[in-house]
């Protein structure tokens, strides 16, 4: 009784944690501006189903992707075995789902198989992360910790399988010696390779069988509250992620609604463009970013497929759209820590531009979309860009020399260039 009482209440703990720290990241996400994303409700979820679910975008790369499903579908799956423990723990009973027979046996064969992939998938992760040391994992936004943080989670899920696997050798070999509460059930196929290894005594696999029990639970228990501090956030987020993610054309850049109805005005001077607060044209901070920019932000897995097909980076250049998601959402962070420190309305004198991201590096973007097409859960680093530019154009005029000399030669020309529309076909006459 005393363990059952312990098993609840360190379930139930662990529980609030999460919910106390899932209500700041929600919290911290509504900071950002509203932004429409319920139309085409059924393209919106087989996007998601394809996306997310399905990892289509994640076979461009075929060898870490077929890996990363190996990791992702056993990880997930083997966790169904999760309610039967959480059952146990709260009554007592062992192996509750013993009773299903062969359905048992077949689940609990299959979970180890996942398992075995799971360990062996992850050790390849950190093989390539920290032997082979793929460029793609490093930049200047790679500092120790988004280093430190892959390495955790790999070895967090080595360990919880090794435990699963341990407490499986332990269990049948307490089956096969008749012990009391160790009922005959499941099917052991990694694990029975694993039984030698094992002492023999009742007493030591008992108390090896429960150790890898409660260090099972306890270690999922505990990924679970690491990942709002971790980029493993996108286990959750990257189902809303890709469901609000943008369906129009990529080459489409959305219009701010004020400058459009200025040019309704100017075009027919019938038209009467509705009262409206005035507004602050793109964003110098998080708080100016919408809801769906934010939540990009905490879904990056900073796994750098961006950073890699980017052209400005590639060519040697400041920008790296990974770093683009990083900084937001570490300003995002440190906005919502003073929002608890101080409540709203708290003014520390820094900005996303500037303090986080330079005006070099937004301007190095070509806007070629190459980031947002890598990205395996459609996150759009682009978008962020493009309202940090607004703001420096349309809020403090400050521009490269080459940018304002284009937008001097739209307003005056009509187009790019500096030849008056009189003078544009001129080349094909001398042709």
């Known amino acids: 009784m005393v363990l059952q009482i312990l098993f609840i209440a360190i379930t139930l703990a662990a529980i609030a944690l999460f919910s106390f720290n899932l209500k700041k990241v929600i919290r911290n996400i509504r900071i950002g501006k509203a932004a429409d994303r319920t139309d085409q409700p059924q393209k919106r979820f087989m996007t998601m189903v394809k996306v997310a679910l399905g990892q289509t975008k994640m076979f461009f790369r075929p060898i870490p992707a077929f890996l990363h499903l190996i990791v992702y579908a056993g990880f997930i799956i083997i966790n169904i075995e999760v309610l039967e423990i959480m059952i146990d723990g709260i009554f007592g009973t062992h192996r509750i789902f ?97 039984a030698n290894l094992l002492p023999n005594s009742e007493g030591a696999l008992m108390a090896i069988e429960r150790g890898c029990w409660w260090f099972h639970i306890i270690g999922i228990l505990a990924f679970l509250n690491y990942l709002p501090y971790s980029k493993h956030f996108h286990i959750l987020f990257a189902f809303p992620n890709t469901y609000f993610s943008n369906l129009e054309p990529k080459g489409e850049f959305t219009n701010m609604q004020s400058v459009t109805n200025e040019v309704k005005a100017m075009l027919d001077p019938s038209f009467s463009p509705p009262e409206a607060e005035p507004g602050k044209f793109g964003a110098k901070d998080v708080n100016d970013l919408s809801w769906v920019n934010l939540m990009n932000a905490y879904t990056c897995t900073e796994c750098g497929r961006c950073t890699s097909v980017c052209p400005a980076n590639i060519t040697g250049k400041l920008l790296s759209p990974r770093k683009i998601m990083m900084d937001t959402r570490d300003r995002l962070e440190e906005v919502g820590k003073n929002i608890d420190k101080t409540g709203n309305g708290f003014d520390d004198g820094k900005s996303l531009i500037d303090s986080y991201i330079s005006r070099e590096e937004i301007w190095a973007c070509t806007s070629c979309n190459a980031c947002t097409d890598a990205c395996p859960i459609n996150i759009d680093p682009l978008a962020i860009i493009t309202e940090l530019r607004r703001y420096a154009v349309m809020e403090e005029s400050q521009a490269p020399a080459s940018i304002n000399a284009m937008l001097g030669n739209i307003e005056n020309n009509g187009a790019p260039w500096k030849y008056s529309p009189a003078d544009r076909l001129n080349w094909a006459k001398e042709s």
């Not at 998938?121 to 992360?129: E, K, N, Q, S, T």
């Not at 360990?159 to 696997?165: D, N, Q």
Request: net charge positive; charged share 10%.
């Open 98 to 194: 013993g009773g299903l027979g062969p359905i048992y046996n077949f689940l609990i064969g299959s979970f180890e198989i996942l398992a075995l992939g799971v360990w062996l998938g992850c050790a390849v992760f950190l093989i390539r992360r920290n032997v082979i040391k793929l460029k793609r994992f490093s930049g200047v936004e790679m500092t120790s910790w988004p280093r430190s943080d892959a390495n955790y989670i790999l070895i967090t899920e080595i360990l919880l399988m090794t435990a699963f696997l341990i407490m499986n050798a332990a269990d049948a070999k307490l089956q096969a010696m008749g012990a009391s509460h160790y009922t005959l059930a499941g099917s052991f196929p990694v694990s029975q390779h694993l």
